[in-house]
């Protein structure tokens, strides 16, 4: 199906956003700007040193930066003065959300919370999004963004060949769902507002967003808390119980990694027995199945020694490529281990993923996971400098004319002198 531009636009074209934010948690709306919203990003006259915040630094900026503030427009305000107060207001008048993407309360004690809004903008959404929320003993505490994962018991301590503790590599969770459940909130939010006229508060913390995504180990190990009479393992184990999560998958045999004749690794998924048959027949081992049917469902051979070295064996035979293409044959799941640096490599990844290049970002980046069926989404803009976009916001939304910025400028409200 060919991409054409939407008939209607953006799907969140007519959308604005005021956003105060510092450093990662900023991607609450990197979202909803991959989706047509405007974001004004509100920066204090140094601006956010999320441009100079952790690696790689691409020509003298960060790649997170480049990033998450990619599409927004910088305007700079110097919330100390009355008049870059005035400013504020005068902008949420006519918007639809305020972004406190900091620790919470900052905006409130400058005289622009959510119930000091409410009042210039009765329909305003205003979400708090911080490290562990607006409330609770960790509400004040300074934190960074692995420290939502390590809090949530998502990353486990390594221990190097001293002795020392440290961070493994791991996938970060707690700074990209935090935003994503906000983005969803925001949305929500605004949804409502549009139809009753009633605005609202969201509060997010990151924290909370990494148990919620891992909230499968969590609640096994809640559930385990109860009886072995209430609460069992599956069929195909007999009902025995496995490890919390994905722990249970250690002593998986036919759902579990094999290295492959490449030094690669494919992730075998034979679970259930209907496709089980379908890879035994298709490498002529038919014997494995006549000897090892297993359960109909969810059987995946727990501690069956034998049978993996088996396994082993048959998958160092073929490539990883070679693999996949059997699996697709064959009609048994079989699929890619891919890290971060491979996965471009990969065909899937490269037809749903076209980069964005660097001539565009500043830095080669991927586009948004969600995809319009026939229609394409607008491409963003390069992450601004800071106050990049000053004159025009206020030119383009409060109609301020050069004289007015000018008299702003002289006052400092705009961070220049």
């Known amino acids: 199906m060919s991409q054409v531009e939407s008939k209607g636009g953006a799907p969140l074209a007519g959308v604005r956003i005021i956003e105060c934010s510092m450093l990662g948690p900023a991607a609450i709306t990197s979202s909803l700007v991959d989706l047509g919203a405007e974001v004004i990003k509100i920066e204090p006259p140094q601006g956010d040193y999320i441009r100079d915040m952790t690696w790689p630094i691409v020509e003298g900026t960060s790649l997170m930066h ?63 999004i911080s490290g562990y929320g607006a409330t609770g003993p960790y509400r004040d505490m300074p934190s960074h963004g692995v420290a939502y994962d390590t809090w949530a018991g998502v990353v486990k301590p ?17 700074i990209h769902a935090g935003p994503m459940f906000g983005a969803l909130g925001v949305l929500a939010g ?47 184990d007999n009902y025995e119980r496995r490890a919390p999560g994905t722990g249970g998958m250690e002593k998986g045999v036919r759902y579990q990694i094999y290295a492959t004749k490449d030094d690669r690794h494919v992730l075998f998924m034979a679970s259930e027995q209907s496709l089980w048959k379908n890879f035994c027949e298709a490498v002529d081992r038919a014997d494995l199945f006549e000897r090892w049917p297993g359960s109909k469902y969810a059987d995946h051979a727990v501690g ?9 064996d048959i998958f160092a035979t073929r490539t990883a490529r070679e693999w996949i ?93």
Request: proline share 7%; hydrophobic share 40%.
């Open 325 to 417: 293409e059997f699996g697709n044959e064959a009609n048994t799941p079989i699929a890619p281990v891919n890290t971060p640096q491979t996965i471009a490599e990969d065909p899937q990844f490269q037809h749903r993923f076209p980069w964005i290049g660097q001539d565009r970002l500043g830095a080669e980046q991927l586009p948004s996971p969600i995809k319009f069926v026939g229609e394409s989404l607008p491409v963003p803009e390069r992450a601004p400098t800071v106050g990049q976009h000053s004159a025009a916001v206020l030119a383009d939304l409060l109609g301020y004319d050069e004289a007015r910025i000018a008299e702003l400028r002289a006052a400092g409200v705009l961070g220049e002198s």
């Open 304 to 312: 069956n020694v034998e049978l993996r070295g088996i396994l082993r």
């Open 158 to 174: 390594a221990i190097d060949e001293d002795g020392f503790p440290y961070l493994p590599e791991h996938a970060s969770i707690g």
């Open 66 to 128: 480049l990033h998450v503030n990619r599409g927004k427009r910088s305007l700079v305000l110097d919330l100390r003065k009355p008049e870059a107060i005035e400013t504020f207001k005068a902008l949420v008048k006519d918007a639809d959300a305020v972004i406190e993407a900091m620790r919470p309360g900052g905006l409130a004690r400058r005289g622009i919370g959510y119930e000091d809004l409410k009042k210039i903008n009765p329909r305003i959404v205003f979400c708090t």
């Open 190 to 236: 605004i949804i409502r507002a549009r139809a009753t006229g009633e605005g609202s508060v969201i509060d997010i913390a990151q924290s909370d967003a990494a148990a919620s995504m891992d909230w499968l180990r969590s609640e096994t190990w809640k559930a385990y808390e109860r009886p072995e009479s209430e609460v069992t393992g599956n069929k195909s």
